[in-house]
């Protein structure tokens, strides 16, 4: 069964230090995996999809298949950074196409 | 990215009473899906709304209970039925976009208080 983990519930930093929020995964086939941001009372965005290795508001985040990891990183966090952030996979196996499977979310304070 | 309208946003409700949330979508998808995030946790999928089909549910969810309609590709209802205080949680819509869209697009939430 596919499963994903993020170890921390809390990330508090300083404004202008790095961030990263670690994302570890086990899935059996090739993983879709996705970073969602949640602002305060705003609703869940897409933040950053692996297929894109893209870099979204400073943001990046580079699949290891090896350490089946997905970690998210930022070098200098600003303020409105803080945010729920949930890693989640997508199963695109025939049987359960679409399904998302979300972390637990670590929470981001940044403060000046 | 597709746009997503669900609504109500809140609602407070009595226990034993139903409530039905609708998700409306301005662009045709295939692919569409209801999520519960009860208070402090994440999300859990309820499960995939199937157009011109019955829903497939996931583990711990039933039709009886949460039953959805699809009747076309723009728009979706969950309903919770003989609703208890531990039905108490947000629940989201998502859509899954192709192309530039690539990734799961959310709902802005239903937050269900049942008293």
């Known amino acids: 069964a596919q499963r994903v983990t993020q170890p921390e519930k809390l990330l508090s930093v300083f404004k202008g230090a790095p961030v990263e929020l670690k994302c570890n995964y086990s899935?059996?086939?090739?993983?879709?995996l996705f970073w969602y941001v949640q602002y305060s009372r705003q609703r869940l965005q897409l933040l950053l999809r692996h297929i894109s290795r893209e870099s979204i508001k400073g943001f990046t985040a580079d699949l290891n298949k090896g350490e089946t990891s997905f970690h998210l990183k930022k070098p200098f966090a600003q303020e409105e950074d803080s945010a729920m952030y949930y890693c989640a996979l997508a199963d695109m196996t025939t049987d359960s196409w679409g399904k998302l499977q979300f972390g637990a979310g670590t929470q981001v304070v940044v403060t000046p | 990215s597709a746009v997503i309208s669900q609504k109500p946003s809140r609602d407070i409700c009595q226990r034993g009473t139903s409530l039905t949330i609708q998700c409306q979508v301005d662009?045709?998808?295939?692919?569409m899906f209801w999520y519960r995030q009860q208070p402090g946790q994440s999300l859990t999928l309820i499960a995939t709304?199937?157009?011109?089909?019955?829903?497939?549910?996931e583990s711990g969810f039933v039709i009886d209970k949460f039953p959805i309609s699809r009747p076309n590709l723009t728009f979706s209802t969950l309903t919770v039925s003989n609703m208890s205080p531990e039905d108490s949680s947000i629940y989201l819509c998502?859509?899954?976009?192709?192309?530039?869209?690539?990734?799961?697009?959310f709902g802005s939430g239903t937050r269900l208080t049942v008293v």
């Open positions: 899935y059996s086939g090739s993983p879709e």
């Open positions: 998502s859509v899954w976009g192709r192309g530039s869209d690539y990734g799961y697009t």
């Open positions: 709304a199937n157009q011109g089909s019955e829903a497939t549910y």
């Open positions: 662009s045709q998808v295939t692919m």
